[in-house]
């Protein structure tokens, strides 16, 4: 079902996956890590390139990077500004074309009546020759690294990790039975808790009533390749101490297996709250567990609904229907399957479809509460909220409640350039016409980061990767420069716990210098643009923090050209560093540059509730506004519907787009000062 999926449009998929994942997993979430260190799998702090160190000279840097004469370029002297030497022509890959340019999507098959939505062409490379997220090398190293999250004060020397034991990879033929048990322990004597992040498809995990669980899952051909199954233990003391530890499955070709032809279904749906009025959409994507594509029918559809094929992958039925009264709406669905008609699946989609007025909220619209005191207030904003059934709600709120918004993944490199020569831009540009429309400032977001790239990006030889990540750049920026006011630039350039550089593919390749290097292809693209360099875990006092610093300090002794430094700020309703987080701000202050808060959530967790998180919420945003030079605040979503924390329901408005306290808490604030 994956290479079907792909045709449709790869962030469709990774839309669904949003609410999914779990914040102990980065991409675990928007950038997707939680705001609490992460311990486990450390990397190592030292270069592994020789001749680079944490603090490179000019004479250390790539060839690309010459120092402009200032006049005062001796040892220990200030470092003049860079500029780098000119691409490569013809590009080190296929630049894009007129066949990569988006074309019309039918109206039938989205939400949006504001503007003309666009959808990529199909794609000329079969999803398949794309490699797999973990290949048979990563099976063969064995069992992945447990990554461990760590609350913050909590000494793990005197209270150890929980962890799984006996657990190992699994190979099985297709049509076997896999049967792994999960027996979580504590070093300390206790009982740890677990769950299951996603099931495979005809998986359970059952409760073996003596503190272990048992996946069960039946194969079948369909299933053939390496999947992986990711298990949390949760510490008997403290619940936000975890240990999420993925075992891989691989399900081997079995010519000979006979398996059982089982009725179709399709794949998961989920209800919507609806808008009376609105046009609510829903993908019907037939699924088979034999492997063969069912036909797809409507039993008791609505008078508004239409069933359209896909426009490059007639297996696939969009399901659009335009509720006219309120009440719930719901909808049979029946998949026949291909090989014995008789065979058949019943699901059902349902609608529960409220007046407008159960949307409308008092007061004044964050951003314009925010303007007052000249602070720009905005969201992030998911990829493909117009392909959901409830699109038409999101929409109206994001486009009344914020002046920036920051795309939430239709940016990231694997989203735009999934394979050399081949470019995706349809969701980023159907965004900056949603932003367009609502005159709304936009973040670009990320530039250069250590995840979200694409497989080949990461095979690629490491004396090209200079070359290809300031094509990267030059791409993105050349065709949405007009219309972005702030870049991050860098995104999380730092490890988890200790504040030194992270081991990423770029570090490998460049050394630091990657950064100047990023920033100076930035300058040069767009000189009037606030350039930002994006971090999370800087909220607080700690080594992350004080690495940045010394990271700022050394950046702004080569004269790299950093405007402003981004706190991302994915905390939980305990947090309470507020003195901490003013005094941080303070000390990027000082260096001459601006604060951004950029990605803000507040996650209910270990007891809390909505008005301990409120007034999380509310101490952030006073923070900032007594900092002048904090002038960006943005959060990671606004409904936890759609929130990679989704299980701790960390943003403002509920799954049903209703206030929680939070939004009034930043609404008083934000007007207050």
Not at 524 to 534: F, G, Q
Not at 552 to 564: F, G, M, N, T, Y
């Amino acid at each position: 079902m994956i290479p079907r999926m792909n045709l449709i449009n790869r962030s469709v998929v990774t839309f669904f996956a949003l609410f999914i994942l779990s914040a102990c997993s980065s991409d675990s979430g928007p950038d997707e890590l939680p705001s609490n260190p992460v311990s486990g799998a450390q990397e190592n702090p030292e270069p592994n390139n020789p001749g680079t160190t944490t603090d490179p000279s000019v004479d250390s840097m790539p060839d690309s990077m010459m120092p402009v004469d200032g006049g005062d370029n001796a040892p220990g002297g200030p470092v003049a500004a860079l500029v780098l030497s000119p691409l490569p022509s013809p590009s080190i890959t296929e630049d894009p074309s007129a066949n990569d340019e988006p074309i019309p999507q039918a109206s039938e098959l989205n939400t949006i009546t504001s503007f003309q939505v666009v959808r990529d062409p199909a794609p000329r490379i079969p999803f398949k020759t794309q490699a797999a997220e973990f290949s048979e090398e990563d099976f063969a190293r064995g069992l992945p690294e447990a990554v461990v999250t760590v609350p913050p004060g909590l000494d793990t020397t005197s209270n150890a990790p929980p962890f799984f034991e006996g657990l190992e990879n699994v190979r099985v033929s297709a049509g076997d039975i896999v049967e792994i048990r999960y027996i979580p322990r504590d070093p300390e004597g206790e009982l740890p808790g677990m769950f299951a992040q996603e099931l495979p498809e005809g998986a359970t995990f059952d409760d073996n009533f003596d503190g272990t669980r048992t996946l069960l899952w039946q194969t079948f051909q369909a299933d053939v390749g390496i999947t992986a199954f990711t298990v949390v233990a949760i510490d008997p003391v403290d619940s936000l101490y975890r240990s999420s530890q993925t075992l891989l499955i691989a399900v081997d070709e079995n010519p000979t297996s006979v398996e059982p032809n089982i009725a179709p279904t399709i794949e998961p749906v989920t209800s919507y709250t609806v808008r009376v009025g609105d046009p609510a959409v829903v993908l019907l994507d037939g699924f088979d567990r034999n492997g063969t594509t069912p036909t797809i029918e409507l039993l008791n559809p609505p008078a508004t609904a239409t069933l359209t094929p896909d426009e490059r992958d007639p297996d696939l039925q969009w399901l659009q229907v335009i509720p006219d009264e309120v009440g719930t709406v719901t909808i049979d669905v029946l998949t026949r399957d291909e090989i014995d008609p008789e065979l058949t699946g019943l699901d059902q989609i349902t609608f529960f479809v409220r007046p407008a007025s159960d949307f409308e909220r008092s007061g004044a619209r964050l951003k314009d509460a925010a303007a007052g005191s000249g602070l720009l207030f905005g969201s992030a904003v998911s990829p493909v909220f117009y392909l959901q059934g409830d699109g038409g709600v999101y929409e109206s709120v994001a486009s009344t409640e914020f002046g920036i918004m920051t795309p939430e993944s239709s940016m990231k490199w694997d989203a735009i350039n999934p394979v050399p020569g081949e470019f995706t831009f349809a969701d980023m540009d159907n965004l900056m016409q949603f932003a367009a429309l609502h005159s709304m400032s936009v973040r670009g977001h990320p530039l250069v980061w250590h995840r979200s790239l694409p497989s080949w990006v990461e095979a690629t030889a490491v004396n090209d990767r200079e070359v290809h990540m300031r094509e990267f750049i030059t791409r993105v920026m050349n065709r949405y420069g007009e219309g972005i006011d702030y870049w991050d630039v860098i995104n999380e350039p730092l490890n988890d716990s200790d504040g030194n550089m992270r081991q990423s593919i770029w570090y490998e390749a460049m050394g630091e210098s990657y950064i100047d290097i990023a920033f100076a292809q930035a300058k040069e693209l767009d000189p009037t643009a606030t350039l930002v360099l994006n971090e999370f875990d800087i909220g607080f006092a700690g080594p992350k923090f004080d690495g940045l610093l010394q990271l700022i300090d050394r950046l702004q002794a080569r004269s790299v050209p950093l405007d402003a430094i981004g706190f991302q700020m994915h905390v939980f309703s305990s947090y309470d560093q507020f003195d901490e987080l003013g005094a941080n701000m303070a000390a990027v202050v000082e260096r001459g540059l601006d604060v951004h808060i950029t990605e803000l959530d507040v996650a209910i967790a270990d007891g809390g509730n909505a008005s301990q998180q409120a007034a999380v919420y509310a101490g952030v945003v006073n923070t900032c506004q007594a900092q002048p030079r904090c002038n960006v605040l943005q959060t990671w979503g606004f409904t936890d519907r759609y929130s990679f924390r989704t299980f701790l329901d960390p943003l403002y408005l509920n799954r049903s787009y209703q206030v929680k306290d939070s939004y009034g808490a930043m609404q008083e604030a934000l007007g207050n000062n």
